[in-house]
């Protein structure tokens, strides 16, 4: 038999060279398959909710602390020794309870308030005997007898009478010496000047004689000129008839005539010169004897007035002296009573913290509920600091916490808010009692205080509230968590596709919101937003934006 070979005819180069090819891009188009794919696995894997319309009801939540309104601060007026404490924070005490029982022993409140006794006995009996008091006040004084304010005005109405009167008279007596000084020398001088008088009368008289007697030397000249010229040429001129020398003639003698009156009437003027001047001499004389008398008098009347002077100011120092005293009396009086009154007081608060020194206890001065214990035994009281605080029965507790201007727009006074943990209480209500701004952050924050009504809240104790807001529809909104922050602001991140060969790729990109409103689950956004959006919730790596993600199965 013959044996026959079936044998597969040759490839040729070509066809070789196409098959290598062919498994090349097979083995390519794998690997890249598998790579695409391995990278996709070392993508953070992100979950993401598609932006959309929602209602949101948002519950602002806070912790504070309870502080007592009104509490009752227990306090010790005197340092003493804590002996034992008889009750415990959180009891409830009724008035009169015992708090604390202290030891028996004298406080250093009560050796202070004996030694400034002391020395207000000492300064009172300094004062009492210092020399500024009458032998009958101090009597008085001593006998514990005090001069009533009506008493004191009469006394001292008599004195200052007695002043005014002294004073009145001595201004009198002084103002009748000056005006007997003013008419002394008013009448002096008015002699003074009679006397200069005539003796300047006199030299007038004394120059006018002199100006007459020249007068009267000229004037008789004159007349003897013409006179000897009348004696020369009148016979001639009545001779010859010549009718205009004539004429001159007339004129000539009546100037004669003119001259020879005046004469006469200045000798009469001298003559009447002399007679006054005469009488000036005598009357000089007789004013000088008369200036010397009445000078003498006023002279003696000055001696009376300045005798009556002096008897006035002895008064008047006197009644001076009188009153000053009596005022410095009255002073001292009244002081002295002040600390009379000041010593009583001072006794009284010996007394009483001596009784309060001898087994004393600090007592409970109201009703309610010990809060607060400062001090345990063997410790010292001190008066400035309370020893215990008691929140007063009927009185509540308030506490506070701050939240946002938005948020508090949405609440009003009287709102009731609820605790956190309401499983913890039995009995517990809290209402909205103030919203104010907060002090820390005035701009942005606003304070809300609540009154607390709940007696298993204690003062200090810390409690979490939380009050419910009005519910708001918004047109975008998104899970709470997917909201991000950092040094620029608020933003999300949503998903951005590329589309790819092999497939969509996957952007994360940031986009700036502002948030309008949040609850426990959901925040209303705003921003540069179409509103189909998908944003990334949660991520399994961190993420920022441009980085490329991959999609959670049930994304």
Known sequence: MSEVRNERPKKSRKDIIKDITIAFLAILLLLTFFSNTIMNFSLPEVAIQQIQEGTISPVIRGTGT???????SVKVSQERVIKSVAVEVGAQVKKGDVIYNLEDKESTELQEAKTKLEELLQTYETSLFSGDLSDEAINRIRGGQTLTMDQFQAKLKAAT????????????AQATIDAQSQAQSYTAAQYNYDEATPQYREAEITARITEIDTQLAEEEAEKARLEAYLDKTEPQIKKAKLGTQIKDLESLKKMYWYHDSVIDALNQEKDQLNIEQAHSTKDVSQMTTQAGQVDSDYQRKAASLQDTKNKTAQELERATTDRTELLTEIAKEIELDAQRDTIAEQRETVEKLEKESTGATVTAPVDGTITELALKAGETTNAENPVATIQVDGKGMVTSFSVTMDQAKRLKVGDIAEPQNAWYYTDFKATLKSITA????????KLLTFNIESPEVQNGQS??????????????????GAV??????KFILIVKSKSSPLGNRYIAARVDV????????????????????????????????????????NS
């Open 66 to 72: 309870v502080e007592a309104k009104d509490p009752y």
């Open 484 to 489: 991000r922050e950092d040094s620029n602001g």
């Open 514 to 553: 502002e948030v309008l409103g949040s609850d426990d689950t959901t925040a209303a956004i705003s921003g540069s937003l179409e509103g189909d959006e998908y944003v990334i919730t949660t991520a399994t790596a961190p993420i920022k934006s441009g980085d490329q993600v991959r999609l959670a199965n």
């Open 463 to 480: 409690v979490s509230l939380q009050i419910g807001q009005k519910s708001d529809n918004y047109d975008l909104t998104i899970p709470a």
């Open 438 to 445: 907060d002090q820390q952050n005035p701009n942005t924050k």
């Open 161 to 172: 009478d007695r002043y005014d009167a002294a004073k009145l008279a001595d201004e009198e």
